[in-house]
């Protein structure tokens, strides 16, 4: 397959927002748009609109170039639901089973992966996969676990380029749910909307997931500390994202420490050093990447295999 327009548009466009790049033949990035545009924010679903503006204002070199698209722009939810590959995926298997737009042949979009988790159960991912074979590519990485933190934590298990289990936690929503919306809001300045620096307050989260009686005992035991004064008010949502992360890691620190393949946090910013932090305190060994430019990365090396 072949175009007269050896440029590339690749977006992550995901529920919340919407990352676009024009790359040329070799994956160098000529221009970039970032916006507010995610599914979630498109009304009557009228994607074609928004992205015929994001091509605009991507410049005259965009015209008539093809485009790769991966994230919850792919869901049922989305323009067009891409499905889940249902096997072991590598990049070469994600481009074979991209879909196109039936209105227009050049618009691809990768499909999310089903896998099954650590113990047994189906899991899913959407966008992630792309993200990891932008890294694979990019760090020249063959297997490993990988931590992918956000909303829903991934970690994901890599054998031979292909991702082989796949095991989701809901730590990030979980902790918005209830910082906004349980009996421990109150408890959390209205103006404080991430997670304060106290370093302290997230250790002693951390050690509070550890506790025999389980995540929902020890949310409770938030509240309860803080009306009795055994934690400080101020600390209060640095020990619940302590506590929300440290049941994640808590859990997967054993496969972490079992298996002969490194492991690896694809994490930037604030997240990073969370995620570092608790890393330490469980005592699993680690290499930081850096992953801000892998959904890029993923996205041309999956468009490589088709053009």
């Known amino acids: ?156 298990s890599i054998k031979d380029s292909q991702i082989t289990s796949l095991s989701t936690f809901m730590t990030g929503e979980v902790f918005q749910l209830m910082r906004q919306h349980s009996i421990l809001s109150p408890l959390f300045p209205e103006a404080e909307q991430g997670v304060s620096e106290d370093s302290n307050g997230f250790i002693r989260g951390l050690q509070l997931a550890t506790g025999e009686l389980g995540l929902l005992h020890q949310l409770f035991a938030v509240r309860a500390g803080i009306l009795t004064g055994q934690f400080a008010k101020s600390s209060a949502l640095s020990i619940l994202s302590g506590l929300a992360i440290g049941s994640e890691i808590q859990h997967i620190a054993k496969l972490a420490s079992t298996q002969p393949a490194p492991t690896f946090l694809n994490a930037a910013g604030v997240m990073a050093h969370l995620y570092q932090m608790a890393f330490a305190h469980f005592n699993i060994e680690y290499q930081l990447i850096d992953g801000e430019e892998a959904s890029r990365a993923g996205l041309y090396e999956i468009a490589r295999h088709i053009l």
């Open 1 to 156: 397959m072949s175009y007269e327009n050896s440029a590339i548009i690749a977006i992550d466009w995901g529920t919340s927002s919407l990352r676009a790049w024009l790359l040329d033949s070799t994956g160098n990035v000529n221009n970039f748009y970032a916006g507010a545009h995610g599914i979630s924010q498109v009304a009557d679903k009228d994607f074609a609109s928004v992205l015929e503006s994001v091509v605009v204002k991507l410049g005259a070199e965009a015209r008539n170039a093809p485009i790769i698209m991966c994230g919850m722009i792919g869901s049922a939810q989305g323009w067009r639901d891409a499905g889940y590959l249902q096997k072991s995926a590598g990049i070469a298997e994600l481009a074979a089973a991209v879909i196109h737009l039936e209105q227009d042949p050049s618009v691809w979009i990768v499909p999310g992966v089903q896998s099954v988790s650590a113990d047994g159960l189906a899991d899913v991912m959407r966008g992630e996969e792309t993200a990891l074979a932008g890294i694979m590519a990019s760090q020249k990485i063959t297997e490993g676990l990988f931590c992918l933190p956000g909303t829903h934590s991934k970690w994901v």
